[in-house]
Nanobody, 132 residues
Framework: QVQVEESGGGLVQPGGSLRLSCATS????????VAWFRQAPGKEREGVAC?????????????FYEDSVKGRFTISRDNANSRVYLQMNSLKPEDTAVYYC????????????????????WGKGTLVTVSS
């Protein structure tokens, strides 16, 4: 019954924006830390953003952004609607990848939690292509 499904990917020009959505069901999203991963052709999958299950924004590990996307991407969550979003601005060709939404039964986005093998649920991915 657990479902995680990404949407919002597509073709966008460099400098453009996309908003990815992650719809979940079958579990209580508010109890889970959620991360976005991406995998570019020929490269390993990497974590790009994470948002904790805690509502304490003062906690250092409440959010995480990979250095290459920091300042351009914003992760957010809507627990009432069981959704997580990734707003991507100023997109670059190197952002081209399949983007995955994943959830872990954890409180914070610590380095340990952000590991792929820590994630409990995964979506199938949505393709983002940044090209002119």
């Amino acid at each position: 019954q657990v479902q995680v499904e990404e949407s919002g990917g597509g073709l966008v020009q460099p400098g453009g924006s996309l908003r990815l959505s992650c719809a979940t069901s079958g579990f209580t999203l508010a109890l889970y830390t959620v991360a976005w991963f991406r995998q570019a052709p020929g490269k390993e999958r990497e974590g790009v953003a994470c948002i904790s299950s805690s509502d304490d924004s003062s906690t250092a590990d409440s959010t995480f952004y990979e250095d290459s996307v920091k300042g351009r991407f914003t992760i957010s969550r809507d627990n009432a609607n069981s959704r997580v979003y990734l707003q991507m601005n100023s997109l670059k060709p190197e952002d081209t990848a399949v983007y995955y939404c994943a959830a872990a039964w954890a409180r914070y986005c610590s380095e340990k939690v952000r590991r792929e093998d820590t994630m409990d649920y995964w979506g199938k991915g949505t393709l983002v292509t940044v090209s002119s």
